[in-house]
Every structure is written in structure tokens, then in C-alpha cells.
């Protein structure tokens, strides 16, 4: 038979190798040793995770097993791990492995386990493949029971392995932390112990030293320094303990009115940001308000424009209207001039009358041929009107009937009379064209004014007159325009009436085509009289043009009121404005002086921090002061720095009181033997002097 050992991905490097096997006969798996070395032949494989003798390979009747003979980390097939010296079958295909990964504390290294993957034949050649193997490639997609077990069993393995490793961890960082902690207190110990030690040898080598050279006298002083050397090293502690608890007191104080100083700083600069909050928030109102009030003062200027435009539509109107009213005068006048040669016709008519009158009287027996010329002369002048457009006209048959009758005996009354009518009608044509003169210049002075109140702040009483002089002026024109048509009616029939005294007269007869041509003017008098009576506007169309300029002005005026409002009001908030902006420049001001006041007070606090630190106080004393944020751990510190250092006085108070006692003891026991001594020695020679006095006598 033949097994096959093919290394894994994750397998601790190794070649191939390849094994026999004979039925009964193990195959030994280990490590490398000087007696088993490494071969393609064998199962000796170099990797520090194996065991000498970790496992054992057979073969025995058409059966490949394996068995763990006691190696310390295990074997696996298929990462389930075998129970130790039992049997285990293998099969083609298996994944075997020999020990687990193992990772050496002092370098961290890691060291790989043998993983491979096993085939296995038969002495025959075929390959031994198990039955599950064989029944999943019929099946596929099913998992067999046994891989199923052998995954949970792995998990929780693993699971197990790495809680085992936390607790690990765990447990090597709380030592690691106990070692400082012990480490620290170690040391600390071991230079106390060594001071100690110092101070004992200094105190043993004076002890010895006074034993060997001190007197009484000596001892004396030296106790007597002692004793003031102690007096003066309390006082020196008492006083270095009052200045550390006096600057400790005054750092206190500082530190208080630096947090106070703080606090106001703090509180003060919470009340800036909130007025600079409530001021923005101001100020966005009065933005606000200020786009608003814009928008308003646009619509508003529109609204003016437009009713600028209509003013001045109504100024060019009441131009035109002017312009009108100035040809009425010329038309006035140029009917006061027609008038004036109509006037002198009449006066040449009558200059002819009388001359025709002298002629009657002279000429009697020429009456019957005048009447027949005049009959003649009649029915030629009826027939020449009828055919003209004077029968058309309103009134033309009256005109031609007045034309056509014959000649009363009180014609010259008559003409007297209509020369009276229209003398009458002159004069009030006179007075009325005076009134358009004055109403024109009134007119044209309520224009001006009107003009200067659009461009400034119109009033209503101005409207009131211009409607006024407007309704005058048109009454004016009405009765102008009335008076005009019946003094210009009047001298048409009295013209009619002179030319049929002409006619009548014997001077007339002989001249037919100047009447025709006096008539033709007339006839194109009166049409122009007429168009310009139809083009001219009437009293309905002026009175709703006074309305709608009157309505016009009441617009102008709100809208010059609301003008004048909102500027106020644009100043008032330009006003706030400005005395926001003030206040924000003080706030930031404010700010910035709290800014440097609370950095002065930091420079100030690291300056006393520092200056403690620079002290003869204390390495404990400097690092407790440059720990005092909190103030309850401050004062529980400063209380057991200062029990401690009193504990350490009173220690080496007792120290000194034992060493004191300790040499008064010497003094005194080096003062009983000294007196001892002196006993003997005096009692010696004292009978020595006796002996010697004895032995004179």
C-alpha cells in the first residue's frame, strides 16, 4: 500500500512525500531529530510544533489507519481532533494535521504546524475512498452528518479558544498594570529605604565619632546645638509651612477671582452673542421690512409714473384744448374783422340807399320800369337761391323769403333797427371775447400752478379752481359760440336785406355776378362755421375730462402722502439701522476686550503657576498647586500632602528625640563608667598616697 502526504496552503513548508506501508507494520510521524532525519520516504518532518514520536501511520486489510501516541498538541483529521492511542481510520482525500500553531512570547514568532493532505492506495492501485465520500458524489449538494458534527465541533472549538485568549489578555494587562503600580511603589520605596539607610550610617558614624572624641563639655554643646539645630529646623519648617500654606491661600484667592473673573466673562459674553443674536435677528426683520418697504415704494413709482403719464396726457389734452381755444380768439377776431367789412358794406349799402333814394325823387317817372326790373330781378335771384345750398341750410327758405319780399315803406327803420341789434350783439361779442382773454390768462396761471403741484404735493383746492376756470371758460365759449352764430345770422339777413335794396336799387341791377360772388363767400362762410361748430368738443366730453383729471389729482394725492410716508419711514429704519449697527460694533468690541481680559487672565494664571513652580517649595507641593482644577481632590490632596509631611516631621522628631535619648544614654552610661573608672583609679591612688606616705613616715 502507499500513502501520499500533499502540503497545504497554511501548512508549515514541506515536500511531498510518499510512504509505504506493509500490513501491520507502523509508520512512525515525529520530528526531526539526529538520529531521524528528514526524507521523501518517511513521515520525520522539521517543525518545532511536532512531537518526537507524535503519530503512527499503518496499513491492515485494505484499511488505513492513524494513531496519536501522546503528542502535546494533538492531531487532526479534518479539524477534528482524535482522542489519544485509539485508532482512527483515514481515507483518501482526509486532511490531516499534526499539532496546532504555536507563538513564541519573547520574539513573537509564529511557528507553523504540518498540514496535508492525504491519499491513499491500495496494493492493487485503486485509491481508497470512503463510502460518505462516494455517497456525496452521488448526492451533490448534500452534507453528511459527520462534516456537520466536525463543523460545530471546530466552532466551537475555535469560539472556545479565543475566549480563552481574551481572558488571557485580560488577565496579562491587569499584571502588566499591577507591575507598574508595584514597579512605582517599588522604587519609590527603595529611595526612601536608601535615604533612610543614608541617614542611619550618617547618624551611626557621628554616634561613633562622639564616642571616640566627644567630652562631656563637648557632648554638651553638641547637645545643645542639637537642640537649637532641631529649634531653628522647626521654626525654618513652621515658617516654610506657613509661607506654603499662605501662598497656597493667596493662589486660592487668585484662582477664585480669576474664576469669577471668568464667569462674569462668560456670562457676559452669553449676553453678547444673545444681543448679537436678538440684533441679527433685528436686523433681519428690518431687511426685511426694508425689501418690502422697497417693493411698496416701486409699485408706488410705478403707480406715479403712470399717473404722471396720465397728467401728462391731460397737460397735452388741456393743451390742445388751449390750442382751441386760442383759434376761437383768432376765428374771434377774424369774425370781428368780417364784421368790421360787413360793417362797411353795410355803410357802402347805405351810402347806395341814399344815393338810390336821390335818384327816386329825381327820376319819379322810372319807377314803373325799376318795379318791372325789380320783378325781373326777383324771380332771378328766387330761381339763383333755390338752386344754391342756402335752401338746405337750417333757416335758408326764411333767408330766401326775406330775400325775395318786397321792400316795406319802413325798410330804413328796419336797417336802422337791425344795425342796432347787431351793434348790441358786437358789443356783447367784445365783452365775451374780453372774458376769454381774462379766462385765458387765468387759465394759463392755474396751469402753471397745476404744473408746480404735480412736481411737488398737489391740494385739492387747486383742482377745485382749475375745475372751476375750466367750467367757466366753457361757459364763456358756449355763449360766445351762441352770441357769434346770431350776430353772424343777424348780418347775413341784413346782408340778404342790403342786397335786395341793392337789387332793388337801379345801381344793383347792372351787377348780379359781384352779389353771386358775395353770396358764395357767405355760403362758404357759414360751412366752415358749421365744420368747426362739429369738430369742437362738447360740454359732456370737457366735463368727463374735468372728472377724470380731478380723480387723477385725489390719485397724485394719496400716492404723494404715502410717498412722503414711506420716506419717513425709510429714514426712522435707516435710523435703527445705524443704531444697530452701533450697538454691534460695540458688542463686538465688548467681546473682544472679554477675549483679552480672559487671555491676560490665563498669562496671569500660568505666570503664578509658573512662579510657584520656580519656588523653593516642594516637587509634591508644585505638582499638587499645578493640579488644581478641581477643588475638592485639591483641598483632600493638600490635606494628606500636609498630614504626610507632618507625619514625616513628627517621625523624624521622634527620630532626633531617640538619637537625643540615644546619646544621653551613652552620656550617661560613658559617664557612670567614666566614673567608675575614676573610682578605681582614684582609690588606687589614693592608696598609692597612703602607701607613699605610709612608707615617708
Given amino acids: 500500500a502507499r500513502a501520499l502526504l500533499i502540503c497545504q496552503p ?23 531529530i539526529a538520529r531521524n532525519r528528514v526524507a521523501e520516504n518517511n513521515a520525520i518532518f522539521d517543525c518545532k510544533v511536532l512531537s518526537r514520536n507524535h503519530a503512527v501511520l499503518w496499513y491492515n486489510e485494505k484499511k488505513f489507519y492513524v494513531k496519536d501516541t501522546g503528542s502535546s498538541n494533538g492531531t487532526f483529521i479534518n479539524d477534528r481532533r482524535i482522542s489519544k492511542l485509539e485508532d482512527e481510520e483515514l481515507h483518501s482525500g482526509d486532511i490531516v494535521k499534526f499539532g496546532v500553531d504555536v507563538v513564541e512570547n519573547s520574539r513573537k514568532e509564529v511557528h507553523g504546524c504540518i498540514i496535508a493532505c492525504i491519499k491513499l492506495y491500495l496494493p492493487d492501485g485503486r485509491e481508497c475512498i470512503s463510502n460518505s465520500s462516494s455517497r456525496l458524489s452521488v448526492e451533490e449538494g448534500t452534507i ?37 503600580r508595584n514597579t512605582s511603589t517599588c522604587w519609590q520605596a527603595m529611595i526612601d529605604e536608601d535615604r533612610l539607610l543614608n541617614r542611619i550610617d550618617i547618624l551611626e558614624n557621628k554616634l561613633q565619632f562622639l564616642q571616640k ?11 545643645m546645638k542639637l537642640q537649637e539645630d532641631k529649634s531653628v529646623y522647626q521654626n525654618s519648617a513652621k515658617e516654610a509651612l506657613r509661607k506654603v500654606y499662605q501662598e497656597r491661600m493667596d493662589a486660592m484667592q487668585k484662582l477664585s477671582t480669576i ?33 418690502r418697504f422697497e417693493a411698496e415704494c416701486k409699485e408706488h413709482r410705478e403707480n406715479n409714473e403712470k399717473t404722471q403719464t396720465q397728467v401728462q396726457k391731460q397737460d397735452l389734452e388741456s393743451q390742445m384744448l388751449y390750442a382751441q381755444l386760442k383759434q376761437l380768439e383768432i376765428e374771434c377776431q377774424e369774425y370781428k374783422n368780417q364784421v368790421a367789412a360787413l360793417l362797411l358794406e353795410k355803410e357802402t349799402l347805405q351810402l347806395r340807399l341814399e344815393q338810390h333814394e336821390k335818384s327816386a325823387t329825381e327820376s319819379g317817372d322810372e319807377e314803373t320800369l325799376s318795379k318791372n326790373s325789380k320783378s325781373s330781378n326777383k324771380r332771378t335771384i328766387m330761381k339763383w337761391l333755390e338752386n344754391s345750398d342756402l335752401k338746405n341750410k337750417e333757416g335758408g327758405t326764411d333767408i330766401i323769403n326775406a330775400i325775395c319780399n318786397e321792400a316795406d315803406p319802413s325798410e330804413d327803420d328796419e336797417c336802422l333797427m337791425d344795425i342796432n341789434k347787431i351793434n348790441e350783439k358786437l358789443t356783447n361779442v367784445e365783452e365775451l371775447l374780453e372774458q376769454i382773454n381774462y379766462v385765458s390768462d387765468v387759465s394759463e396761471n392755474v396751469d402753471g400752478e397745476t404744473k ?11 383742482g377745485n379752481q382749475n375745475l372751476k376756470v375750466d367750467q367757466s371758460c366753457q361757459e364763456v365759449l358756449l355763449s360766445l359760440t351762441l352770441n357769434l352764430r346770431e350776430v353772424y345770422s343777424d348780418l347775413v339777413q341784413y346782408k340778404i336785406n342790403a342786397t335786395k335794396k341793392v337789387y332793388d336799387s337801379p345801381d344793383s341791377q347792372n351787377d348780379p355776378a359781384e352779389l353771386e360772388q358775395k353770396l358764395n363767400s ?73 477675549r483679552a481680559m480672559g487671555s491676560q487672565t490665563e498669562s496671569e494664571y500660568a505666570s503664578t503657576v509658573s512662579s510657584f513652580d520656580t519656588s523653593s517649595i516642594d516637587s509634591e507641593v508644585q505638582n499638587d498647586l499645578a493640579a488644581i482644577s478641581n477643588k475638592e481632590i485639591q483641598y483632600e490632596e493638600e490635606l494628606i500632602i500636609y498630614k504626610e509631611k507632618c507625619e514625616s516631621i513628627m517621625r523624624e522628631n521622634l527620630e532626633l528625640k531617640k538619637t537625643i535619648n540615644g546619646l544621653q544614654n551613652d552620656l550617661k552610661s560613658f559617664q557612670s563608667h567614666f566614673i567608675k573608672k575614676l573610682m578605681t583609679y582614684g582609690a588606687i591612688f589614693f592608696a598609692f598616697i597612703i602607701y607613699l606616705l605610709l612608707s615617708y613616715l
Avoid at 512525500?17 to 509508520?27: A, D, M, S
Fill in 259 to 291: 474664576e469669577r473673573a471668568l464667569c462674569n466673562s462668560e456670562d457676559e459674553c452669553s449676553l453678547l452673542r444673545d444681543q448679537l443674536l436678538r440684533t441679527q435677528q433685528n436686523l433681519q426683520e428690518v431687511n426685511s421690512r426694508l425689501t
Fill in 522 to 594: 357767405v355760403q362758404e362762410e357759414l360751412k366752415a362755421v358749421k365744420l368747426e361748430l362739429q369738430t369742437r368738443p362738447t360740454y359732456n366730453q370737457l366735463q368727463e375730462k374735468i372728472s377724470l383729471t380731478e380723480h387723477l389729482q385725489h390719485e397724485i394725492d394719496s400716492l404723494k402722502l404715502k410717498d412722503t410716508e414711506l420716506q419717513d419711514l425709510i429714514s426712522k429704519l435707516e435710523e435703527e439701522n445705524s443704531v444697530l449697527q452701533k450697538a454691534l460694533d460695540e458688542a463686538s468690541q465688548n467681546i473682544t476686550e472679554r
Fill in 144 to 180: 453528511s452528518l459527520n462534516e456537520l458534527y466536525r463543523l460545530h465541533h471546530y466552532i466551537q472549538e475555535s469560539v472556545q479558544r479565543e475566549k480563552i485568549l481574551e481572558t488571557k489578555l485580560h488577565d496579562i494587562q491587569k499584571v502588566i498594570e499591577v507591575t507598574r
Fill in 213 to 223: 572624641h566627644a567630652s562631656e563639655d563637648r557632648l554638651k554643646e553638641e547637645i
Fill in 452 to 462: 408746480k403741484v404735480c412736481t411737488t404735493s398737489p391740494s385739492i383746492s387747486d
Fill in 10 to 32: 497554511n501548512s508549515h513548508p514541506f515536500q511531498t512525500r510518499t510512504l509505504l506501508l506493509e500490513p501491520n507494520i507502523l509508520k512512525q510521524v515525529g520530528r526531526s
